[in-house]
T-cell receptor, first 114, second 110 residues
Framework: DVKVTQSSRYLVKRTGEKVFLECVQD?????MFWYRQDPGLGLRLIYFSYDVKMKEKGDIPEGYSVSREKKERFSLILESASTNQTSMYLC?????????????FGDGTRLSIL | QQPVQSPQAVILREGEDAVINCSSS?????VHWYRQKHGEAPVFLMI?????EQKGHEKISASFNEKKQQSSLYLTASQLSYSGTYFC???????????FGKGTSLLVTP
């Protein structure tokens, strides 16, 4: 079974801090994704990556950046955390380069910015 | 562009059937369906590619009408374990990113 592991289940940070959310997958997947999930808004794509050191903006990239130095790890960075970034963050991975592959999700990180 | 799911929420008694719809304003390459139980990660159910294919997974099946840019998820003889939020994810081009709908909350009661 594919395992997607997010480093923290719950995280509390302060406004203005630089925040790192880490995601690791163990299935040698090429594609990795970061979503945020808010009540009533569904899953919204922040960034995705289809290869090491490659990244593409999703629908809501403002205020975020990402890093993918190794194939198995995809990091989401909040450069200067703000209260409106309080949310559930979900990481996912899928096999590539073929499209139409299932995405496998981690358990999520519930981030609170105070 | 985010697809539109309907209904937003549905309550069923065990054994009843339900249909969840997912519509897009753009031509679709594929539609994915996922289920998320409370406090858990979304779990993949199935993918439908353009071509009107219908797929099945246990008593859950789905169809994809590419002319209408619409997919429907059919839950037959619902079980308590079907409770959760169902998301459709649409792929406009043959790429890797999905646009997810806002979700449909399904509650199956005894």
């Amino acid at each position: 079974d594919v395992k997607v592991t997010q480093s923290s289940r719950y995280l509390v940070k302060r406004t203005g801090e630089k925040v790192f959310l880490e995601c690791v997958q163990d299935m040698d997947h090429e594609n990795m994704f970061w979503y945020r999930q808010d009540p009533g808004l569904g899953l919204r794509l922040i960034y995705f990556s289809y290869d090491v050191k490659m990244k593409e903006k999703g629908d809501i990239p403002e205020g975020y950046s990402v890093s993918r130095e190794k194939k198995e790890r995809f990091s989401l960075i909040l450069e200067s955390a703000s209260t409106n970034q309080t949310s559930m963050y979900l990481c996912a991975s899928s096999w590539g380069p073929a499209p139409n592959q299932p995405q496998h999700f981690g358990d999520g990180t519930r981030l609170s910015i105070l | 562009q985010q697809p539109v799911q309907s209904p937003q929420a549905v309550i069923l008694r065990e054994g009843e059937d339900a249909v969840i719809n997912c519509s897009s304003s753009k031509a679709l390459y594929s539609v994915h369906w996922y289920r998320q139980k409370h406090g858990e990660a979304p779990v993949f159910l199935m993918i439908l590619l353009k071509g009107g294919e219908q797929k099945g997974h246990e008593k859950i099946s789905a169809s994809f009408n590419e002319k209408k840019q619409q997919s429907s998820l059919y839950l037959t003889a619902s079980q308590l374990s079907y409770s959760g939020t169902y998301f459709c994810g649409t792929e406009v081009n043959s790429g890797y990113a999905l646009n997810f709908g806002k979700g449909t909350s399904l509650l199956v009661t005894p």
